[in-house]
């Protein structure tokens, strides 16, 4: 239970997303609290509102993130992606608290040609992304003071992501085919994590697009891992629909962030920097 109303709450504090957004609060000398499986369960009614109701300020990371999963553990999905958020906005409505949501790209199609700004119309094309638009929307109609920052292409230290995944095949592999025809913008943790924190201190109400700058395929994100890391591979390109998969992919993830960049402290760093950054540190 958080006893402290000034004190931040971090849901899925131990995620891969969770951990940074503690660490940048410790950096900043924020006082804050991790509240994450298996000791908490944003699923479980009770123990939701015992940790929310003294909160001002509320920070949802927890999520059901198996993509291709999703699509078969829909109800599980659901209940976590969605159903749990919509609770967290009665009471967070009723205590007046503010609740950051963090949401995905995946609530897109990806036909667009452009790159997707906050009023674009959301129609997600797997699972996963239709119980995370279901959460948005479940936190909006609640009207709680809410604010959706929707990240995408993210990477960190701790759980499964595709920047770990390419590192751990050209470990074993002489040759690697990358898919050419997804689209979007690598993002750290650590980057995102510094974006919350200064949404934090500005409680704002609506949606923001938040990613690092610069659109490069997955392909390319290979490419320069490869060269930075000097891997002994063969990097093919191929398309998102050789590799067939349960839950189908947005081709384009671009985000336009120009509605986050004046509440940041900081500009967007290019792509490649806090990459270059990360594979050096592992
Ligand atoms: N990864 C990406 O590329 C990406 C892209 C766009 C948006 N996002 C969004 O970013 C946010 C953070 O995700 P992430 O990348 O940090 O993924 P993650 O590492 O899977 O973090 C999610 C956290 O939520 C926890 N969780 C799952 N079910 C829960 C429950 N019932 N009660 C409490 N906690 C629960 C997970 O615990 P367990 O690990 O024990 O399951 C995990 O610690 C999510 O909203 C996700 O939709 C991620």
């Known amino acids: 239970m958080s006893d402290s109303p000034d004190k931040v709450i971090i849901l ?23 509240f994450d499986l298996p000791e908490f369960d944003i699923t479980n009614t009770h123990q939701l509102l015992s ?10 990371c927890a999520a059901y ?41 995946f609530v897109f199609d990806g036909a667009s040609g452009k790159p997707y700004a906050e009023k674009d119309i959301p129609h997600p094309i ?4 239709r119980t995370k638009l ?15 920052m929707r990240v995408e292409w ?8 595709f920047i770990k995944k390419i590192l751990q ?26 974006a919350i924190c200064d949404l934090i201190h500005k409680k704002p109400t609506g949606i923001y697009h938040f990613a690092s700058q610069g659109y490069v395929s997955r392909f390319d994100v290979a490419q320069f891992i490869a060269e930075k890391l000097a891997l002994d591979v063969r990097l093919t390109a191929c398309k ?5 998969s349960a839950a189908a992919r947005p081709l384009n993830s671009k985000f336009d962030c120009s509605k986050i960049r004046p509440l940041l402290s900081g500009p967007i760093k290019p792509w490649q920097v806090p990459l270059e950054e990360f594979l050096k540190q592992l």
């Not at 797997?126 to 992304?129: D, E, M, P, Q």
């Not at 998102?240 to 067939?244: E, G, L, Q, R, Y």
Request: with cysteine; net charge negative; aromatic share 4%.
């Open 154 to 161: 993210t990477y960190g230290m701790k759980g499964d992501n």
């Open 240 to 244: 998102t629909s050789d590799f067939p």
């Open 12 to 34: 899925g504090g131990k995620g891969m997303l969770g951990t940074e957004v503690a660490a940048e609060c410790k950096r900043r000398g924020m006082n804050f609290e991790v």
């Open 169 to 194: 095949k050209a470990r074993t592999q002489k040759d690697m085919k990358v898919v050419d025809d997804q689209i979007g913008s690598p993002t750290a943790t650590t980057e995102a994590a510094k």
């Open 65 to 105: 993130t198996n993509v291709e999963k999703a699509e078969t553990e829909t109800e599980l999905a659901f209940r976590v992606n969605a159903e749990a958020v919509g609770l967290l906005a009665t009471s967070a409505k009723k205590s007046g608290a503010w609740v950051l949501h963090i949401s995905t790209d």
């Open 126 to 129: 797997n699972a996963y992304g």
């Open 134 to 148: 279901a959460g948005e929307r479940l936190l909006v109609e609640n009207h709680c003071h809410n604010c959706i």
């Open 51 to 60: 940790v929310i109701h003294p909160a001002h300020t509320i920070v949802n």
